[in-house]
């Protein structure tokens, strides 16, 4: 079965940076597109980032474009998301997720249970 795992989220002041890593098993990590996607309190959950399944094509959503780079050791099993200039209203659970194929901002059948990130100001 596949699984995927969060790390990284915790708690950090406006302008900082954190790095969530994503930890994937029981897939052939190579041929998976993978995702990260937030929700936050009240609001519905969002596409954040996207990377192919060989690390040359990645996607963003555009409030975090410029701010956020996602990427991926296929040696390691693992996907980032390196988030720098952080604001208050990237504070959600960010969540990992993958899918076989090509990249996209939906469709992705395999979800790790997310990891918190919290900005203060």
């Known amino acids: 079965q596949v699984h995927l795992v969060e790390s990284g989220g915790g708690l950090v002041q406006a302008g900082g940076s954190l790095r969530l890593s994503c930890a994937a098993s029981?897939?052939?990590?190579?041929?998976?597109?993978m995702g990260w996607f937030r929700q936050a309190p009240g609001k519905e959950r969002e596409f954040v980032a996207a990377?192919?399944?060989?690390?040359?094509?990645?996607d963003y959503t555009d409030s975090v474009k410029g701010r956020f780079t996602i990427s991926r050791d296929n040696a390691k099993n693992t996907v980032y998301l390196l988030m720098n200039s952080l604001k208050p209203e990237d504070t959600a659970i960010y969540y990992c997720?993958?899918?076989?194929?090509?990249?996209?901002?939906?469709?992705?059948?395999?979800w790790g249970q997310g990891t918190q990130v919290t900005v203060s100001s």
């Open positions: 997720a993958a899918r076989f194929g090509v990249v996209k901002k939906y469709d992705y059948p395999y």
């Open positions: 029981g897939l052939t990590f190579s041929s998976y597109a």
């Open positions: 990377i192919s399944s060989g690390g040359r094509i990645t």
